[in-house]
């Protein structure tokens, strides 16, 4: 059973219990808290990993390590951006870049 499956599964189990249905977006938060967790675990990695070449401990962080992760939290910013934007009803802010 993957993570979804398991948040679907609490959320059932939460609505039985309170007899509240769950939030019409929770399968939203659901995904969001999932790519934000992934993304903590990426990031802690890295330091630890730059560190470590640091202290002579490990291999240099490398270029295309930086670009990588750099993308995916720009990919997931701008996702939090538009979904911010949505519940708010404001129209998404146009970067220069």
């Known amino acids: 059973m993957n993570s979804i499956d398991l948040i679907r599964q609490a959320a059932s189990s939460l609505e039985a219990v309170t007899g509240a249905p769950p939030e019409p977006d929770w399968h939203d938060n659901a995904v969001l808290l999932s790519e934000?967790?992934?993304?903590?675990?990426?990031?802690?990695?890295?330091?630890?990993?730059?560190?470590?070449a640091d202290a002579e401990r490990g291999k240099p962080v490398t270029s295309a390590q930086d670009a990588a992760l750099g993308q995916q939290l720009v990919e997931l910013g701008q996702r939090l951006l538009a979904r911010a934007h949505v519940v708010s009803h404001e129209p998404p802010h146009r970067g220069s870049g």
């Open 36 to 52: 934000l967790a992934t993304l903590n675990k990426l990031i802690s990695r890295y330091i630890t990993s730059a560190l470590d």
